[in-house]
């Protein structure tokens, strides 16, 4: 299983910024995948999921303001990011599990200047 993030860069506080991972070497279809993010010396922490069945939730700290989607066609996740502040600067993983096993992407850095 490879996930691949990309989108990440420095936005401005209030900006709008769209992150995607697309996952390979697995029937995507069939998984939930979710984004987590880890800011420097800080715990890595959950932000979103989306089911296989298109079900989403997300982390209190995001809620209305970040949107997880999922475009099975391209075995895509994308995270629409609005409103942004300082505090969502990090980098943000793309995860999915199979079999129990986590398989993670390499990470993409989002920094929201103040």
């Known amino acids: 299983v490879q996930l691949q993030a990309s989108g990440g860069g420095l936005v401005q506080s209030g900006g709008s910024l769209r992150i995607s991972c697309v996952v390979s070497r697995i029937m995507f279809s069939h998984y939930d995948i979710d984004w987590y993010r880890q800011a420097p010396g800080r715990q890595r922490e959950f932000v979103a999921t989306?089911?296989?069945?298109?079900?989403?939730n997300y982390a209190d700290s995001v809620k209305g303001r970040f949107t997880i989607s999922r475009n099975n066609y391209g075995d895509t996740v994308h995270l629409q990011m609005s409103n942004l502040k300082p505090e969502d600067t990090a980098a943000y993983y793309c995860?999915?599990?199979?079999?129990?096993?986590?398989?993670w992407g390499q990470g993409t850095q989002v920094t929201v200047s103040s």
């Open positions: 989306i089911t296989s069945d298109f079900k989403t």
């Open positions: 995860h999915i599990e199979q079999r129990g096993r986590a398989f």
